[in-house]
Nanobody, 120 residues
Framework: VQLQASGGGLVQAGGSLRLSCAAS????????VGWFRQAPGKEREFVAA????????LYEDSVKGRFTISRDNARNTVYLQMNSLKPEDTAVYYC??????????????WGQGTQVTVSS
């Protein structure tokens, strides 16, 4: 199972990015898929998650109203639309896949991460 996270980049504050998480060797149909991020010198923290079958979502408080997690069944891909980006959103973003919808890093599979840098 491999998760491929992509879509990161450099953007100015107030801008937008869309991250993608695609799986190979596995389908998401009965899983939870989460996004986490880790800034330099900080612990990895939860950002958002979605339960694939129902579409139920969870968000970290600081991203509510700015970030949206969604899924594409046909592409077996999860997206994280990030709007109104702030410099404090700068981090490496990881997607993860598991059998439990949770804000903790108790996911079974992890992608390699994609860098998001927001300039002020």
């Amino acid at each position: 199972v491999q998760l491929q996270a992509s879509g990161g980049g450099l953007v100015q504050a107030g801008g937008s990015l869309r991250l993608s998480c695609a799986a190979s060797g596995r389908t998401f149909k009965s899983d939870a898929v989460g996004w986490f991020r880790q800034a330099p010198g900080k612990e990895r923290e939860f950002v958002a998650a979605i339960w694939w079958s129902s579409g139920i979502t969870l968000y970290e408080d600081s991203v509510k109203g700015r970030f949206t997690i969604s899924r594409d069944n046909a592409r077996n891909t999860v997206y994280l639309q990030m709007n109104s980006l702030k410099p404090e959103d700068t981090a490496v973003y990881y997607c993860a896949d598991g059998g439990l919808l949770t804000t903790t890093p108790l996911y079974d599979y992890w992608g390699q991460g994609t860098q998001v840098t927001v300039s002020s």
